[in-house]
């Protein structure tokens, strides 16, 4: 599986919110459910999903879909 | 055994909450949150029958993210649950007129405190505090003030719980050496708030989450990267841990309660088959295995201690069992430790039913543990509503197989728990005397029975409470309810709450009937009439009747209304009324005008003596 899709999955999972609806432009402001502590949850399931340890910094700027795949493109 | 990620994915495949909860077990795996959302997700579609059950947090720190854990371990327990959260922060603004709590009515509501939050000052340094005893005084009144306005106003159950310190003793290693020890400082605290909640504060719990970080580890309890930024104190596996730990009170509250143990003995008492190893060959002892299973036994002596009864049923000679129960020297569990034992050939079925029969209690207070799979296989197919846990195959995965099961979870340890299993071996004598005596009149006479008879004594509210929750055969109405609601009643001049104890020549089997009548002129209505089953069938229900419809009597009542609802439990009763002269007026209503009382047999009834609230 791409990064993209995973990462699909995993928004999906963490906000209940259809997977086509998740596209490489989704960012924060698209979901409802991507609010401060959803944005939490998602950082968490991704840590578990890619295997990272995010520090607080990339928490906190990894808001949309494309800084998240170019994050994990470099990592 | 499984691996976790085995065991996850096995229980991702399941076909019921039960089969989900038994593929995590024993000691539940820590999930990531990827899981715990795709395990609720898989749960949420299972045909399962769900409870409704609300539930409310008070926070002075982030709950938020424990929702996902909620939902998860909701579902696993079979609730449907509906959780409100209160504002960050808000505490005594939830109980003013209006408040969103307060409309919410929930039936378990949970405190998620800080120490600093009772006194400024425990946010610390607390080992240099001048006048420590003078601040532990001030938080603990203040706690108590805060906790007694939430009784007051709220239904349902209360639990606090204190964020555990994130951080090692001040002191460091020395700590432990010190005469202001910062751990016995807190730990004197928490003594104190349990004194205050079991005196004054009826169903208010102390929830201990030190517990948790001690079984994880701070290590992995906290997250400091979530704690400085959004203020929620948890890692993924503490959240988890917290949350599984605090849903046993929705549990105990409107579950079946377990009140028996039932044991099978090869490979799971010790190791081996007696009938083929023979006392020699069996692994119980000092050294591994036998030491597994001798752990096994010491936890299962410490359940008997919380008040839950054990069985024996084995597939086996009988001599070859007693033999080991009697003489095996490093055997823990003796013959008197066993409330009923049943070891034959027939089905394990059967001996659970015969077992819950002689014990008086229903198939669904039963616990069954067995290693083998076919036994456990036969019982969830033929006895729905026993549960069933598979002792597992690896030795030292025994003795913690019974950990975290929130049905072996206690609320209140009362002095009837703590003698539970000793009145049973009197019980058993008891049965044996039935058999030789006469007829049913000698032996009720020869038992030489006293009953005393107290009225709305508040000392004996947390067990009035704990029996109306607990007793499903001998319930007229079967009403729940809780030790706050019992207090309430017994304040309330228009409510009468009767209690009975029973004493006979085996000893004293303490209180073991209730019953709340509500008076309106005239008229008084039996809302509730309940009897332990460990009495039934020595006529105390019609002896306790008769002295309180004397006491009506004297207080100018007239007219008696009495109500009986069916349940699943409860047919043994469904003709008490007419049999105490009752007329019946509807389908659930009966009537007496007060007059001839029916007089109480083979029991001399006394008051207990006035004053007494």
């Known amino acids: 599986m791409d990064n993209f899709s995973k990462l699909q999955e995993m928004i999906a999972l963490t906000f209940g919110a259809p997977a086509h609806e998740i596209t490489p432009e989704t960012a924060r402001d698209d979901i409802a459910a991507w609010d401060s502590v959803g944005h939490l949850n998602l950082m968490l399931a991704l840590e578990d999903a890619f295997g990272l340890t995010l520090d607080i910094e990339d928490m906190a700027r990894l808001t949309s879909v494309p800084a998240i795949l170019e994050y994990l493109a470099v990592a | 055994m499984k691996s976790s990620p085995d065991r996850i994915a096995d229980a991702l495949q399941t076909t019921s909450r039960v089969e989900a ?72 603004q939830e109980l003013q007129p209006g408040a969103g709590l307060l409309e919410f009515t929930p039936e378990v509501t949970y405190l998620f405190l800080r120490w600093e939050d009772l006194h400024p000052r425990l946010a610390g340094p607390v080992t240099a505090l001048p006048d420590r005893a003078a601040v532990q005084a001030e938080a603990l009144e203040y706690l108590t003030n805060l906790l007694a ?140 295995p036998g030491s597994a299973y001798l752990a096994f036994q010491r936890r299962l002596l410490a359940l008997q201690g919380r008040g839950l009864l054990l069985a024996l049923c084995s597939k086996n000679n009988q001599a070859d069992v007693l033999e080991v129960l009697r003489a095996h020297p490093h055997q823990l569990l003796r013959e008197e430790h066993f409330a009923a034992t049943r070891v034959n050939w027939e089905p394990k079925p059967v001996n659970l039913q015969a077992i819950a029969q002689e014990l008086n209690i229903g198939l669904d207070a039963l616990l069954f543990v067995d290693d083998s799979d076919f036994e456990c296989e036969v019982v969830r197919r033929q006895c729905p509503g026993v549960m069933v846990v598979q002792a597992p195959g690896t030795p ?18 009362t002095d009837e728990d703590r003698r539970r299993a000793t009145l049973y071996a009197g019980r058993r004598k008891d049965q044996q005397l039935k058999a030789t005596a006469v007829s049913l009149d000698d032996y009720l006479a020869s038992l030489e029975m006293v009953m005393h008879v107290g009225l709305d004594d508040h000392r004996q509210a947390a067990r009035i409470a704990q029996l109306t929750q607990k007793t499903n055969q001998f319930n007229l109405t079967t009403r729940r309810y809780t030790e706050a609601d019992i207090i309430r009643c017994m304040d309330d001049p228009n409510w009468l709450v009767a209690h009975f104890r029973l004493a006979d020549i085996f000893g004293d089997h303490g209180l073991v009937g209730v019953a709340l009548i509500r008076l309106e002129g005239e008229t008084a209505e039996v809302d509730t009439l309940l009897m332990s089953c460990r009495i039934i069938g020595r006529g105390a229900e019609t002896a306790f009747l008769a002295h309180l419809l004397g006491h009506l009597a004297q207080r100018g009542i007239r007219s008696v209304r009495g109500y009986y609802y069916p349940t699943a439990k409860n047919v043994m009763v469904n003709s008490f009324w007419p049999q105490h002269g009752f007329t019946a007026i509807d389908e659930a209503a009966y009537e007496l005008e007060l007059g001839a009382v029916p007089e109480a047999r083979f029991i001399r009834v006394e008051t207990e003596e006035a004053g007494i609230r």
């Open chain 2, 396 to 413: 030292l995965e025994l003795p913690e197989c019974l950990d975290g099961i929130p049905q072996l979870e206690v609320l209140q340890l």
């Open chain 2, 149 to 288: 306005a939430f009784r007051e106003k709220l239904p349902g159950l209360l639990v606090l719980t204190l964020l555990p310190r994130m951080t090692p003793p001040e002191l460091g290693m020395f700590d432990a050496m010190a005469e202001d020890s910062e751990t016995i400082f807190f730990s004197d605290l928490k003594r104190g708030i349990a004194r205050r909640l079991r005196d004054g504060l009826p169903s208010v719990y102390f929830n201990d989450l030190d517990e948790v970080a001690a079984d994880l580890g701070r290590a992995q309890c906290f997250d400091a990267r979530l704690w400085h930024t959004a203020r929620f104190p948890f890692s993924v596996a503490g959240a988890q841990a917290v949350v599984a730990r605090l849903m046993s009170y929705p549990v105990l509250l409107k579950c079946p309660r377990v009140k028996c143990l039932v044991l099978d003995a090869d490979n799971t008492l010790w190791g081996g088959i007696i009938g083929e190893d023979g006392m020699e060959g069996i692994r119980l002892g000092p050294d591994y």
């Open chain 2, 21 to 92: 909860l038994d593929a995590l077990s024993p000691r539940r795996p820590t999930l990531a949150l990827p899981e715990i959302n795709r395990l609720a997700a898989h749960l949420r579609e299972l045909p399962d029958e769900r409870h409704p059950l609300k539930i409310a947090i008070l926070r002075t720190y982030t709950t938020e993210l424990l929702a996902p854990h909620w939902s998860c371990e909701s579902l696993l327990q079979g609730f449907e649950l509906t959780l409100y959260q209160a504002p960050y922060g808000a505490l005594l």
